[in-house]
């Protein structure tokens, strides 16, 4: 067991007592009061027209996917460094992905070189605010109203960030967040799905409830229910929802803890970034940070690695991040062969270093050390 793992989730300590409540008012099924608490919280505090809890950021995604109405012979653009589900989400509607490159300074789309991939058959395009880091929404927001696209933001790391004062995952079409247990908030498995356009708000109900139009009947708006669309099982239960309230309602403390922490790893790490020898994360000017995670970005692939045994010996776990998905097995076969460089060189050079709410500064003192005496 390392002396420093590189996440640990926090408990409030409030998640067993909310869930005891759950089991006791014998409602543990989905869209019951918890549900309601959390989808409320996000839809006040963030200003989400509609806000429909699901199982995982991955669900989010899928139904953004359903009610995007692709399906074969539309084209999705993507970015290739993501996680797979930025992509998968699409693909099981049998539509075609088209991957794009990072910046050249930072793992978000290069938003410069979208335009060029645009087709007539591009449906959505799919931006993901890596580290919670905004990408330029205004830019992605113009593409979009110029070609008829929809955005999808996968907001899945990024709760609570903005982009020029507006929170993210409300900006795009749909918003999608994740409540994984190595995200900000937390609920084992869980996510969110932000429904930003009213045109999708009545169909996102359905979608989420296996195509019936049940919570229209529970709300007494209708006097029967069944099947009336496509949909799925999407919503989580009640005991997750409870465990989820109890995070939520800790959001503040939570991120001042991990801003501390990723103020002090920056204070400490400048330096080396100074003598050229590793790249911090840039934050742009109108993009706020919600310290998702802490990253450097090595000159190498054998240094990284190198980098990654010299924390190892020391007790102190770091990680590299997502392998680029236009080269992944699964997808390397269909992708039309261009090169993005800057994709590959996130995946090759990009190190995560230990972020959670039980981190100390002095640990993060601790960690630099060390990375200092690697490059000494
Ligand atoms: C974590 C993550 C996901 C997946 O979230 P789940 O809730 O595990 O489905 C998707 N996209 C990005 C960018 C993520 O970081």
Not at 341 to 357: E, S
């Amino acid at each position: 067991m390392p002396q420093i793992p590189f996440n640990k989730p926090f408990l409030t300590g409030k998640e067993t007592d909310y869930i005891r409540q759950a089991v006791e008012s014998g409602k543990i099924s989905g869209n019951g009061a918890f549900t309601q608490k959390c989808q409320r919280f996000l839809e006040q505090r963030y200003g989400f027209r509609k806000v429909l809890l699901t199982t995982s950021c991955t669900d989010a995604l899928e139904m953004a996917a359903i009610l995007s109405e692709t399906g074969p012979g539309d084209e999705v653009i993507v970015p290739s460094y993501t996680f797979v589900s930025s992509a998968l989400a699409f693909v099981r509607q049998g539509t075609k992905i088209v991957f794009a490159d990072s910046r050249p300074d930072h793992p978000n789309l290069d938003l410069d070189r979208v335009e060029a991939l645009i087709t007539p058959r591009t449906k959505v395009l799919v931006v993901v605010h890596y580290a919670g880091v905004a990408c330029d929404m205004d830019r992605a927001m113009a593409l979009a109203q110029k070609h008829n696209l929809l955005v999808v933001e996968d907001a899945a790391q990024a709760i609570d960030a903005t982009c020029k004062g507006r929170p993210l995952g409300g900006i795009g079409h749909f918003g999608c967040f994740s409540f994984h247990e190595t995200k900000n908030i937390i609920s084992g498995e869980g996510g969110a799905l932000a429904i930003n356009d009213p045109r999708f708000c009545r169909r996102s109900e359905i979608i989420w409830e296996k195509g019936t139009n049940r919570a229209e009947f529970f709300r007494g708006e209708v006097n029967k229910y069944g099947w009336v669309d496509t949909g799925s099982s999407f919503l989580p239960s009640e005991i997750i929802a409870a465990f989820l309230f109890a995070q939520l309602e800790q959001l503040e403390p939570i991120q001042a803890k991990r801003k501390a922490l990723w103020n002090a790893y920056a204070r400490e790490l400048v330096p080396l970034a100074a003598q050229g020898r590793i790249l911090l994360p840039g934050i742009p000017a109108d993009a706020s940070n919600n310290a998702h995670m802490f990253y450097i970005v090595c000159r190498s692939l054998e240094e990284r690695t190198a980098l990654i045994a010299h924390l190892k010996q020391h007790g102190i776990l770091a990680v590299f991040h997502y392998l680029s998905l236009h080269k992944s097995p699964f997808y390397a076969p269909r992708h039309d062969g261009r090169e993005l460089p800057h994709a590959d060189r996130f995946a090759d050079c990009l190190l995560r270093l230990p972020m959670y709410f039980d981190l100390s500064i002095g640990q993060v003192e601790e960690i630099c050390g060390r990375i200092r005496r690697f490059f000494a």
